[in-house]
């Protein structure tokens, strides 16, 4: 399995902007999917972004398309989710999902999860 460790993490303002990291150590990292995902308490993790092997395939939810974007750097085996015009509704604790099989990894049965990384969005 692959070790994740996300950052980037905090607190921004409604409107604000933050970039989340996800590094990955212990395999080949580009023979992995990766995703983000995000969970408040008492509800589900639900799936935010989703990116291919090679970067070049992206999917998002509805509700962050226009405003999030996934990226990857496999010379540095990290993913990234930069969140612009933050919202209250995306406060959450956002975590880090890796699998060899993308539909694993986009319905939530990633075989390796970060601990997550709080982002809080207040005025």
């Known amino acids: 399995q692959v070790q994740l460790v996300e950052s980037g993490g905090g607190l921004v303002q409604p409107g604000g902007s933050l970039r989340l990291s996800c590094a990955a150590s212990?395999?080949?990292?580009?023979?992995?999917?990766a995703g983000w995902f995000r969970q408040v308490p008492g509800k589900e993790r639900e799936f935010v972004a989703g990116?291919?092997?090679?970067?070049?395939?992206?999917r998002y939810a509805d509700s962050v398309k226009g405003r999030f974007t996934i990226s990857r750097d496999n010379t540095k085996d990290t993913v990234y989710l930069q969140m612009n015009s933050l919202k209250f509704e995306d406060m959450a604790v956002y975590y880090c999902?890796?699998?060899?099989?993308?539909?694993?990894?986009?319905?939530?049965?990633?075989?390796?999860w970060g601990r997550g990384t709080q982002v809080t969005v207040s005025s």
């Open positions: 990116v291919s092997w090679s970067g070049v395939t992206t």
């Open positions: 212990g395999v080949n990292f580009s023979d992995y999917y």
């Open positions: 999902a890796a699998d060899t099989s993308g539909s694993a990894v986009r319905a939530g049965a990633a075989a390796s």
